[in-house]
């Protein structure tokens, strides 16, 4: 996988992400502000020659997927994977971050502290989160010597992978942050992944830093 890159894309902003909601395997579509941040996305990587865009089987990365595809001219390079899903939150979906404290304090705590450590009750983990994600990873990067791959999921998945291509423990989630229509890139170098990128949201012009 020589000289390729990988570039690691949160999708637009939804109005759960602006109302502080869990999503998870919500779908939820992207609002007026995510459109226009996929937008954005195609003209950031219009002259970037993209062998294929692999996105989160939900709603809101897919719209993504399809603003940067049209800097590309073809959404033919579009594929859908089940293992790039938001990971699921199960009883805390739709719910805000104040009735996710009240109703699951020390989880709630443990999910900021330690959040390797957590399942959401009905849901998953960060580790089957990470599993998938990585798995997919190495399947879609096979073969692409010199290739640019973009993948295009959620804010935990890009945590996540970023701890495994890294080769950080999981406990370093937090350490990273990735804010909507984000781009983080990383290529492979002499064996190893190196992050070039994290977290630029320059292509948005927006000056002031968005929603979680």
Not at 66 to 85: F, N, T
Not at 157 to 174: E, G, K, M, P, T
Request: proline share 3%; net charge positive.
């Amino acid at each position: 996988m020589t000289n390729t890159h990988l570039y690691l894309v949160r999708h637009g902003e939804t109005d759960w992400n602006k109302q502080g909601i869990f999503r998870g395997l919500s779908d939820i579509p992207l609002n007026a502000r995510g459109k226009t941040q996929a937008q954005a996305l195609g003209r950031c990587f219009a002259g970037v020659p993209i062998r294929a865009i692999h996105a989160s089987k939900l709603a809101r990365a897919l719209e993504t997927a399809r603003g940067i595809a049209r800097g590309q001219e073809s959404e033919k390079i579009i594929y859908a994977e089940d293992g790039l899903a938001d990971i699921n939150r199960g009883e805390w979906a739709g719910l805000t971050h104040q009735q996710a404290k009240e109703k699951f304090p020390e989880l709630y705590d443990k999910w900021f502290s330690a959040p390797q450590e957590v399942c959401f009750p009905g849901g998953g983990c960060l580790h089957e989160v990470m599993s998938k994600a990585r798995g997919t990873v190495d399947r879609i990067m096979n073969g692409t010597n010199g290739s640019s791959l973009v993948v295009v999921t959620h804010h935990v998945v890009i945590r996540a992978l970023l701890c495994s291509l890294l080769d950080l423990n999981l406990s370093n989630f937090r350490r990273f942050e990735v804010f909507p229509a984000s781009v983080s890139e990383l290529r492979f170098e002499y064996g190893r992944w190196v992050l070039y990128r994290l977290n630029d949201t320059c292509h948005l012009g927006e000056g002031t830093a968005p929603c979680r």
